[in-house]
T-cell receptor, first 115, second 114 residues
């Protein structure tokens, strides 16, 4: 069964270091999302791509976060420098552009701990 | 204002019994979709059920059903015949208009007792 791949599953880093997460969506899915989920809360959208273009990055802290999807397939989310408050689960999801429900398919997530 | 409100931080249910998880939403867009996702301790978000704003009937998927009350702006999830494997976080989410992004509530932690 097709799935969204994410790596790494776990990352521990010290504050002020750089960290990167990778996501490979389900083949053929044009829309890709990065969500951040702080422990005990619901996921919040950081950035949404349609193919290689950013559709929504209004909640992305652009002073330290960047995201790219250069060829419209896989994507990288980077944090530099990491801060203690960045500790969270980073979830990648993808969806078809058209479709009945617009259901999002999620990866297993990348859990970040900043020390 | 909160777009999605889940007022139950935690719920208990006895195995084999039914449980209702509450969700209210706020939107002025006549076209929207409502979703429920399950998140086990492993972290992955698992899609459970979907209800469109124009759907005439309540959605059902196996043991999951969605009690959609449009006038009250509520979309409660009903899980029948609870199983131990149902213990997880449950999130209600909404998609507005032509946007495909989902806005999530704060979740409800369900614990099924044997």
């Amino acid at each position: 069964e097709a799935e969204v791949a994410q790596s790494p599953r776990y990352k521990i880093t010290e504050k002020s270091q750089a960290v990167a997460f990778w996501c490979d969506p389900i083949s053929g899915h044009a829309t890709l999302y990065w969500y951040r989920q702080i422990l005990g809360q619901g996921p919040e959208l950081l950035v949404q791509f349609q193919d290689e273009s950013v559709v929504d990055d209004s909640q992305l802290p652009k002073d330290r976060f960047s995201a790219e999807r250069l060829k419209g397939v896989d994507s990288t989310l980077k944090i530099q420098p990491a801060e203690l408050g960045d500790s969270a689960m980073y979830l990648c999801a993808s969806s078809e552009t058209s479709g009945n429900t617009g259901e999002l398919f999620f990866g297993e997530g990348s859990r970040l701990t900043v020390l | 204002a909160q777009k999605i409100t889940q007022t139950q931080p935690g719920m208990f249910v006895q195995e084999k019994e039914a449980v209702t998880l509450d969700c209210t939403y706020d939107t002025s867009d006549p076209s929207y979709g409502l979703f429920w996702y399950k998140q086990p301790s492993s972290g992955e978000m698992i899609f459970l059920i979907y209800q469109g704003s124009y759907d005439q009937q309540n959605a059902t998927e196996g043991r999951y059903s969605l009690n959609f009350q449009k006038a009250r702006k509520s979309a409660n999830l009903v899980i029948s015949a609870s199983q131990l494997g149902d213990s997880a976080m449950y999130f209600c989410a909404m998609r507005e208009g032509s946007s495909y992004k989902l806005i999530f509530g704060s979740g409800t932690r369900l614990l099924v007792r044997p």
